[in-house]
């Protein structure tokens, strides 16, 4: 578990329960003592106030009011917020949509100057659009958690993308693209890459894709990439 994932964890933790103890934690969050206490004192530099009962037992407890002093969110965490936001509004299901985007372009302002321009390299290559009404959907699963992060990574440093695909008839190949764009046709989500083992751009369809990683020591030009009518971009302001 990386120090993001496990401090949040901590958080939602002591959220919950209301008091905890530093063994308790670590259990929770399966890390040693020492890097529990670490993780509390950098949370409390981050602005949350967590209080230490010096009683037997060493029991934390979270102040109800404290908030982090800005926002933590990664690149990946905004565009994924971005993606379900767009993948609504094409399905014609996201009432309030003038308060999700100016949600959105708070959490944007908040965000160093650095991974802004990431964010909009990224939304450089969403598209979305009207998913075909003969296309089947009774094989639709979940998507590896694990894809995002790895699209990001490859596609913002342009490194080849490796993955295990399942094809409509359950064939298994271990497949090494290089990523070019992201597509939303509701419920399914594409990942539009050039194959060079085909020599031709391929939409790998993203609940087939497992085991994904990025394959560093060599990288890739940008291609462009042609859609359908009805397949517009994404804009945010």
Known sequence: MN???RQDAIVRSLRRNGMSTIKALATEVAASRSTIIRDIAALRDEGF???TDPGRGGGL????QSVQKSPRLSVA???ALIIG????RAAGSL?????ADTGL???EKALPSDKIRDLRRLLDCLWVGPLAPQVDLSDLKEMDPALLPAFEVSFLDRH???FAYRDAKGNTSQRQVEPQAMLILPPLWYLVAWDPSRDDFRHFRMDRITAPACVEGQTFPRRSVSFDDGVQPVRFA
Request: no cysteine.
């Open 77 to 79: 965490e905004v565009f």
């Open 61 to 64: 407890s979270l102040d109800p």
């Open 160 to 162: 080849l993308l490796q």
């Open 85 to 88: 936001i767009s993948s609504m």
């Open 95 to 99: 009432p309030f949509a003038t308060l």
């Open 49 to 51: 106030i967590i209080q």
């Open 3 to 5: 120090t993001r994932i």
């Open 105 to 107: 372009a708070k959490i």
